[in-house]
């Protein structure tokens, strides 16, 4: 028995009617899928963090979260695990066709317009998806979603020109926030946060980075400086209410020197 054929065993006497586990066998598509979520997060962590060690036990904790899926279906009659397999393989090899076909493609950058080409026939010949934007899963993080519309809509001829375009964008979104907060208008100021922060996604997009990766790295980084801060606010034997904003702000500039 090979490793995968392991896992599905114990997955399947995990849901096991008589001699399962009893959370095991009381779960559902709808109740996992948050743990789903949270692994997909976790191995994003390990890798950041780059711990190999954590990265295989979450990659683990992943595939157990598709085989527990695969399991939920096929009590279904709905698809197995094998068919989860088949379905990624055929997928990977109409999607290069420049590796296992005759095309030509000789960068990234023309092998992820060929990959969204790809992707928008295989859609186009689905009746479960009519639209552009259909697709686009809602659970995504509000960020990343945002970069995939925008994608999605580029992919049709619907986007800036360039980087510049969406950084005109995003002056102009800037002026209608300042206009809505200058108003009050706490509707309007949650609207334009709204766009500022879609807009950034798109630029994002233009630049070819991740937006949802750039602001782990803005948060880890805000987390390391404020840390410094906050040590030495307890070095100062000091509290936190005795500093002024100058004083923050000088200690703040300390850390950003420090890194």
Request: aromatic share 6%; net charge negative.
């Amino acid at each position: 028995m090979n490793t995968i054929d392991k896992l599905l065993e114990v997955m399947s006497r995990l849901r096991d009617p008589v001699r399962g586990c009893p959370w095991d066998r009381e779960q559902d598509f709808t109740s996992i899928a948050p743990y789903t979520i949270e692994e997909a997060y976790e191995v994003a962590d390990a890798i950041d963090r780059g711990n190999l060690a954590d990265l295989r036990d979450e990659l683990g904790d992943l595939l157990l979260q598709v085989v527990f899926h695969a399991r939920l279906a096929e009590e279904r009659g709905a698809f197995t695990f094998d068919d989860v397999v088949e379905s990624i393989v055929g997928k990977l090899v109409r999607r290069h066709p420049h590796v296992f076909g005759d095309e030509r493609i000789e960068s990234a950058a023309e092998q992820r317009t060929a990959w969204e080409s790809v992707k928008a026939i295989e859609r186009s010949g689905t009746s479960r998806r009519r639209h552009v934007l259909d697709g686009v899963a809602a659970a995504l993080p509000a960020l990343a979603r945002a970069a995939k519309l925008g994608r999605r809509a580029a992919a049709v001829g619907f986007d800036w020109d360039d980087a510049r375009g969406v950084t005109t964008k995003l002056r102009e979104e800037m002026a209608e926030l300042e206009a809505s907060t200058q108003a009050g208008d706490a509707t309007g100021m949650r609207e334009e946060v709204g766009d500022l922060l879609f807009t950034t996604a798109n630029l994002a997009r233009h630049l070819d980075l991740d937006p949802e990766e750039a602001l782990r790295l803005a948060n880890r980084k805000f987390e390391r400086r404020f840390g410094m801060v906050e040590q030495r606010v307890r070095d100062s034997g000091r509290k936190w209410q005795e500093l002024t904003s100058a004083d923050l702000d000088a200690l703040w500039i300390d850390a950003k020197k420090a890194g």
